[in-house]
């Protein structure tokens, strides 16, 4: 289990990487990792996931920048991310899940960091979910597709302050979804928006005209997922 932990942290460790440069168009596997701040390279040491932060006092040992908290809890998230599948029977649901979920976590760190869902990463991965669930022969919900498609052409002022990447996930993922459990689905991802939007107006005391939503969705989507 330890393993599976350490391994899930330095995928989230690289997958931050990869949020962080694809959508500016900045190379990132053969790329030394750098700090994001004064772009010096990062030594060997310095790479070790959540250990190194720690030892660095949570900032960069050239700039004394502060290092983002994301990069930490990316690591932690996906190791427990990868903790959670360690125990998980495998089976094709097993796998469809996995990507699933990691789709959903590549595009809530680039939502947070440009508040942008990647297309690379949204489309080739929302073919690769629907590919699979064809090839499971689980059935799609064709009346919510049509439903969520007409209400995005017909009536497109209803959501100017949704966002057009957050409607398109709501219409990638929502066909694996029972209408109910969709509806479940918003409800859970607008709650932690909702409580989200009041943490860090409050204790935090940072006032925000935007909030990256697609981590609540994603959030929202692994309470669903758990209720049934």
């Given at each position: 289990?330890?393993i ?42 310095e ?52 990507i ?5 976590f ?25 590919g699979?669930?064809?090839y ?37 993922w ?55």
């Amino acid at each position: 289990m330890i393993i599976f932990f350490i391994t899930g942290c330095c995928f989230g460790s690289f997958f931050c990487v990869v949020a962080e440069r694809l959508p500016i168009k900045k190379p990132f596997l053969l790329a030394r990792s750098e700090c994001v701040a004064c772009k010096h390279p990062l030594n060997y040491w310095e790479l070790i996931p959540i250990l190194s932060i720690f030892l660095k006092k949570f900032h960069c040992q050239h700039c004394h920048q502060p290092i983002p908290l994301i990069c930490l809890f990316s690591e932690v998230i996906y190791g427990l991310l990868f903790v959670w599948f360690y125990f998980q029977s495998w089976n094709n649901t097993t796998y469809f899940l996995f990507i699933w979920l990691t789709m959903a976590f590549l595009l809530s760190l680039t939502d947070i960091f440009y508040y942008l869902v990647e297309p690379k990463i949204f489309y080739s991965l929302s073919l690769i979910l629907w590919g699979y669930w064809l090839y499971l022969g689980r059935p799609f919900n064709y009346l919510l597709l049509a439903t969520l498609l007409v209400l995005y052409f017909g009536l497109p002022f209803l959501f100017e302050k949704f966002g057009h990447g957050d409607y398109l996930l709501l219409i990638s993922w929502g066909v694996f979804l029972p209408s109910i459990s969709f509806i479940y689905w918003l409800f859970f991802s607008s709650l932690f928006g909702l409580l989200g939007y009041f943490f860090i107006h409050v204790f935090i005391n940072k006032k925000m005209t935007e909030l990256p939503f697609v981590p609540f969705l994603s959030l929202g989507l692994c309470f669903t997922l758990w209720l049934i």
